[in-house]
Every structure is written in C-alpha cells, then in structure tokens.
C-alpha cells in the first residue's frame, strides 16, 4: 500500500469512529457511555496515526504524497521539513485533527466521575465537530492524494514560514487555542441539553477553557512578536484580519471566564455563560473560515476551492443549532441566587463582560464589514487602522480601570464605609505611575490615562498577591492581572512613543535616533542551502560606547523572484532599537529605524499571563478551598467537586 | 397570565424590562458610532481608472492606489532627503505619484506597485507607504487588463 493510500484509510476510519461516536453519544446516553469513551478514544488514535503518516512521508521526501509534493524540499533543514506540516492549508486541517483527536481523548480520559451524566452528549459534540473536520481531511482538503508522476524535488514551504523561527510555535499554538474552545463547547452544550449546569460542569468548562484561553494568549502574543521581527514595519499589530480573527474568541472566552467566577460564587449568569462559550466556539470556526478560506483575498475567490464553502457550511449549521438550543434550553439553567448591589465585585464583573463582549462586536463588525460591501457591490476597501483604535482604546482603557477596581471591592452588598475604604488607597498608585510617566515625557493623555489605571490596578494586585500567603484561592487570576496590567502599559507607551527614521547611508556614514548612533559598515552576500542573504551590517553606539552589531538583511529564496527583507532588533528592557532595510546596494543602504519602549514587555506580560493561567488550572494540593457553607459534598464526588468552594459565601 | 403578581414580582418585571430597554438604547448607540467609525476610516482599492473617474470625490479619502509604475517615470529626491516620484498607470489613466520615505528594494520601471495616501488637488497623489509586488505568486496583468488590485496588495502585505 502506497503512503498516500495509507494515510486516506486512516483518515477514512476517523471519520468512521467519529460519526459512530457522535450517533452513539446522543442516541444512547449514559448506556452507551463506555463504547462512546472507546470511540473517542479511536478518534485520537487514528488521527494521531494519520499524522505520524505524514510526517514520516515529508522526512523521507516521499513525493508521491501531494502535500510533501506540494511544500516538501530536500534542500530546506531538517526542522523546516517537520514543521511543513503547518505551513500550508491541506496539513495545517490535518494538523487540527490531530489537536482535536488528542483534546478529545485527553478530555474523556480525565474529566470528573462526576460528570458522567453530561459526558454522552460531549462526548458526542466533540466527535460531530471530529466528523467534521475528518471529512474535510477526507475531502477538500485532502493532504494524502497520489502524485503521479512523482517529481524529484519540491518547492519547500512558503519562505516567509522558513525566515523565521518563531513560524515554528505561533501555528500549533493557535491551533491548540482555538481546538480547545471545542472541549469546551461540548461541555455546554452537554449542560444545555441536560439543563443543569452544576459545580462539576462549570469546573470542567472553566478548566478547558482556561486552557484553550492560555494557548491563544500564547498565540496572539507570538503572532505579533514574529510580525515584529519579520516584517519589517516595527509594529507588532496591525489589526488585519488574520490578526483579528484570532483575537475575538480570545475576548470571549475571557468574558466567560469571568462570568464563571460569578456563577461559582452567586449562582447567576448561567445562561450567559453558556452563551459566551458557545459564541467562542463559533468564533473560533469563523476565524479559520476567514484565515483558511483565502476569503479575504476577494469574496469571489474563495469559492475555487471546496475548503471555504464546506467550512461556511458548518459555520452556519453550529451557528443555527446553537442559537435554537439556546432558545429552547436557556431557561432551563436555572439561576440560584441574583445579584443585590451594583457597586460590588460581581458588578464589576457584569460591567467587564458587557465591555468585551461590545469589544468583540466592535472588531467583528470592522473586520467583516468590506466582506458584506464586496459580496453586495463588488466594491473592493478596507476599514481602516483608526476605526479600531478610536474604538478599542477607550473600551480597553475602561476595562483596565474595573481591573483595578473591582478586585478591591467585596463581593454582595457593601456599606459606603468600606468601599471608600477599599477604592481609596489604590489612588496613590495611579498618581505615582502617572507622575513616573510624565517624568519620563509621556505627554499623550489617552496614555497617561493608562498608566493612571494601570498603576492603580497595579497597587490593588499586589496587595491581593500579599494576602495570598493567608489563602491562595485566586492566585492565578492576579498573575493574569498583573500580566494584563503590565501589557496594557507597554501597548500604550510602545505605540505613542515610537521614534522612527527613514535614513539612506553611504558607507561609514551615521545617523542618530535617540541617542543611538548607527552607522553602516557595508553589505556582504551569505549563502545557506536554502536561502541567499545580502546582509547589511550596522554598527550601533550609544554615548561614544559600542552597543552592538545589528545585521538586516534581504533574504533570496530559490523559489521567489523577490527577496524578503529581515529586520534585526537590538532589544533592552527599556526599549528596542529596531533598524530594517528597504535596500542594499554596495556601498548604500536605506534603512528604516524605530526606537520602541518597553516592547519587550508585552512579550513578558504575555507569558505571565500565561503562568497565571497555569496556576489556576492546576490542582494545587496547597489550594485548599474554604469550607463550603451549605454545600453538600458527597463522598464519592471525587476531585472534580472542588468546585463547590463557588457555594461559599464571603 | 397570573392573577396574582405579587409586589416584588412586578418591581422584577419594571427593573427587567427597564434594563432590557437601557441594553436596547446602548446597543443602538454602539451601532451608531461603530458605523460612523468605519465610516470615517474606510481604505478604499482603487486603480488610476477608478481614481480619474470618482473626479471630485477622490480628494481627501484615504486610497490604496494600485497599478504599474510607468517606464521611465522614477524619480529620485535630490542627496540626504528620502522619497520618490513616479507614474502609477492601468490600462485607462495615468496618475502622478510623490511618495516619502526609501523605496524598497525591488521598486523599479514596470513593476506593480500599491501606493496608500490622499489625492491632492496639486494633482498628484502623496503616499506615505509604498509596496511593491513581491510574491512569486502574483502574476502581472495581461496588457489591457486592469490589475487585479486586492489580489496584488494581499500578495504584497503578505509578503511585506
């Protein structure tokens, strides 16, 4: 049996397992539960073989496949060749399969006895979306189709993927973000179709989400931080909507992130919680619509291959089924307590998820607005940089502030006393980071505005980190916040306080950029196996001391008429030097410079934010959860029944 | 109906209905501003043609001009200041460009290109950001066919 042959039989038993598991899931409920178990796990099995398949064909340059034909090359490294199975549309759905198959093992492996009740019909969402996604392996986006004849070498993956090592994580990352939205969604709509949302539920939604939460972070982060090192321009977003549509199930899944803590500790939301995570879902199907269908290319372009429409159809019917589940079963989610104050911790929490939840619409609208004007009168635009700015900065600013403020305030009812008490202090911090601020000749008041909120954030996160030696209920959130915090200062101050100069340099000529001095020494070629580099070398001082030596560069792929430059960063914890080139000739070089302060931090922020997400997932046996008043806790209810700590009044 | 609404059930009734109208009014001025915002930042794709033909309504507006740089039509700005001038054409016009900043690489007679800037009433159009066509991909139009102007500027700021 030839590879190709092999890997579609595979394929063709996913889809098989997958579709008995769904049928048998919703049809035979907790009696069938142990051969739905089974059938999930063959899923995982098969898509896992499927790939190893792949892999092992792109390894061995194995042209006969169509994929390897397509991106394999035998002149591109190793680790360019494992990694080809991402760069391209047919192995980067394969590679979503394999996510989803091993998510869904995993998730039925390890959720809570507790559970078993919901599990069929997650179970069963989870392997309906398997069925899906193995058909369009099967099918549209078939990487496993016989070459004949088998041609000696291929044109290796798109360079751009090869020009940077970062292409190597931000793809699997994003993949496993957006994949685990569909565990998550399985559990909802578990909850729905039960109509009973209990701790045990909730704590499984709010775990995988949480996870699907931190690798999107994750995600995001490495996307912009590779449009920063690879593209040239000196910024880190630019609000396209590849970049858009990862972000918005992000704003989602943060919404019901915090709509879970308030169902935990005031039994209300229930119904907006399952909303919120069954719109991340959907918004993570949109986005690979958007980012895989080439839609965005033109509106009529994206017909040509089957990949588009299929994917739209099954945007629309999740769509559909969740809106009529949502309708008949909403109110089946039965709320236990309500909400007495509004100015309390779970106000604040309301007031954070309306705020996201119009941040979603905001870009959702930016971004598919050109979409519906083409498809209606073949006029071709874009909506511009400003739109998104003049929206998202007034709305993130906002939330910021509540970051602050509603981690001071007391959940339930508050008498005036105490919560002049609890908002009061934090002031301190806001001036303080503000007068820091403007010190250092920050003079843009949207931004001042930021370190004033963020400072006084930063004051009530610390105080909330200090306490955690007496509880570490809460833990990971604050190290989000903190994360969160600092990012949203360093996106502020980077973005108004970017110096940049366009500079054309004859040799041992210099120019100056605060405080830089950067002269070009020359240009040399380099060779490497798959690519040729014209290298500009750029020497960088700082008052009369050598810095470093930065080398932008134009890299010529074999396969390309054009070069693609490299920009290259000198980076510090107060700011980065950033110099890109626009062209090299012997003895003259146009250089782009950008001097950017507390870049790096975003990055940092990020991966705290992350380590925060990872402390609140994990089941700490020092997090012991306050007794829970009232709560009934049966015996056998096992780990998975912590959750109960949500019961628990203050 | 029920009968026998109890006071506490009516006041949930008002706060809920109020509070469904308070979202509704929200939701409406949202879509108001959200609308003049894309408004007031749409990026439109135009060739020369396009560009002649809206006449009076080109000024001002934020465009992504696209088309070839016309032989023979670059030029350079004199020692130590950066920037270019050129010809952008389609099939149909001519439009004079004058863009800041270093030209890339690859800029020369012939290549498609997508300026984004303003139309001036001085008759030429200023351009802060200059791209040239940059994918193996793309292949150039055909003579007398227009450019196909989203599929380049997409193979360009992919490439970028």
Redesign the interface.
């Given at each position: 049996m030839t590879t190709a042959a092999l890997g579609r039989l595979l394929i063709l038993c996913a889809l098989l397992v997958s579709a008995a598991g769904a049928v048998s899931g919703f049809a035979s409920g907790a009696n069938g539960l142990r051969w739905t178990r089974r059938l999930a796990y063959a899923f995982g099995a098969f898509m896992l073989l499927a790939t190893l398949v792949m892999e092992r064909a792109l390894l061995t340059h194995d042209f006969s496949v169509s994929y390897v034909a397509h991106v394999g090359s035998r002149q591109v490294p190793v680790w360019v060749t494992i990694v080809s199975l991402w760069s391209s549309l047919e192995g980067s759905i394969l590679f979503w399969g394999l996510v989803l198959g091993l998510f869904i093992a995993a998730a039925t492996r390890f959720a809570s006895r507790a559970n078993d009740e919901s599990m069929p019909y997650a179970i069963g969402t989870w392997l309906a979306c398997g069925s899906f996604f193995s058909f369009l392996i099967a099918g549209p986006a078939n990487p496993f189709q016989t070459v004949s004849p088998v041609p000696l070498d291929g044109p290796g993956p798109n360079p751009l993927l090869q020009n940077h090592v970062l292409m190597v994580a931000h793809p699997p990352m994003l993949y496993l973000g957006y994949v685990g939205m569909t565990i998550s969604f399985g559990f909802a709509v578990a909850a729905l179709l039960r109509g009973h949302l209990g701790p045990a539920l909730l704590r499984a939604i709010r775990n995988s989400l949480m996870l699907s939460w931190i690798f999107l972070s994750i995600a995001i982060m490495l996307g912009g931080w590779w449009a920063y090192e690879v593209l040239g321009w000196g910024g880190y977003w630019a609000w396209d909507p590849v970049e858009n549509a990862s972000l918005l199930p992000w704003l989602t899944a943060t919404a019901a992130l915090h709509s879970i803590v308030v169902v935990q500790r005031r039994g209300v939301l229930k119904g907006w919680t399952a909303t919120l995570v069954l719109g991340s879902f959907l918004l993570t199907i949109l986005g690979t619509f958007m980012t895989r269908s080439g839609v965005f290319n033109s509106v009529h372009s994206f017909t040509q291959s089957a990949i588009g429409p299929t994917i739209l159809v099954f945007l629309a019917a999740v769509l559909i089924g969740s809106v009529t589940l949502l309708a008949l079963r909403i109110d089946a989610l039965e709320n236990e307590g309500r909400i007495d104050a509004p100015v309390s911790r779970e106000g604040t929490f309301l007031v954070n998820n309306l705020l996201l939840v119009l941040l979603t619409f905001t870009v959702l609208i930016g971004t598919v607005f050109p979409l519906v004007v083409e498809a209606v009168n073949g006029k071709q635009m874009s909506v511009g940089r400003p739109y998104f700015d003049s929206m998202v900065v007034p709305a993130g600013i906002a939330l910021l502030f509540l970051l602050g403020v509603g981690p001071a305030l007391p959940w339930g009812a508050a008498t005036r006393e105490q919560i002049r008490r609890a908002l009061l202090p934090p002031l301190g911090g806001a001036f303080v980071l503000a007068a820091i601020g403007i010190a250092f000749g920050v003079r843009n008041a949207w931004t001042i505005l930021t370190l004033a909120c963020g400072g006084y954030a930063l004051q009530v996160t610390a105080v909330q980190l200090a306490r955690l030696r007496r509880s570490r209920r809460g833990a990971g959130a604050h190290v989000i916040h903190l994360g969160v915090v600092i990012a949203m200062i360093a996106i502020a101050v980077s973005s108004t306080m970017r110096v940049q100069s366009e500079v054309v340099l004859q040799t041992n000529q210099t120019a100056a950029i605060s405080g830089y001095q950067v002269t070009f020494l020359g240009s040399e070629e380099r060779s490497e196996p798959h690519r040729a580099s014209t290298v500009a070398r750029v020497r960088v001082t700082k008052d009369g001391r050598d810095v470093t030596t930065l080398e932008p560069r134009m890299n010529h792929y074999e396969m390309m008429r054009e070069p693609i430059g490299t920009p290259d960063v000198y980076s510090t914890l107060a700011g980065d030097l950033y110099v890109s080139v626009a062209s090299i000739e012997q003895n003259r070089a146009g250089l782009l410079l950008i001097v950017t302060p507390l870049v790096s931090w975003i990055w940092i922020a990020v991966l705290l934010m992350a380590m925060g997400g990872v402390i609140a997932v994990v089941p700490w046996p020092l997090t012991r959860p306050l007794a829970p008043l009232g709560a009934t806790l049966s015996p056998q209810a096992g780990r998975g029944e912590i959750a109960t700590e949500g019961l628990a009044t203050r | 109906m029920k009968p026998n609404l109890s006071a506490t059930d009516v006041m949930r009734r008002r706060t809920r209905r109020f509070v469904m109208l308070a979202l509704a009014v929200a939701a409406l001025a949202?879509l108001a501003?959200?609308a003049g915002?894309?408004n007031?930042?749409?990026?439109?794709?135009w060739t020369p043609t396009d560009l002649r033909a809206a006449g009076n309504k080109a000024y001002g507006a934020?465009i992504?001009l696209g088309g070839m740089v016309k032989a023979g039509s670059i030029r350079h700005a004199t020692a130590g200041t950066?920037g270019v001038e050129f010809d952008v054409k389609d099939a149909g016009a001519v439009v004079h460009v004058k863009s800041?900043?270093?030209?890339?690489?690859?800029?020369r007679d012939g290549i498609g290109v997508v300026v984004e800037g303003t139309m001036t009433r001085g008759g030429s159009f200023e351009s802060h950001r200059l791209m040239?066509?940059?994918?193996?991909e793309y292949k150039a139009p055909k003579p007398g066919h227009p450019v196909?102007?989203?599929?380049m500027t997409?193979y360009i700021?992919?490439?970028?």
């Open positions: - | 949202f501003i959200a915002g894309i007031d930042n749409l990026v439109y794709y934020t992504r950066t800041s900043g270093v030209p890339p690489q690859m800029f040239v066509s940059h994918n193996n196909d102007q989203k599929e997409k700021e992919e490439a970028r």
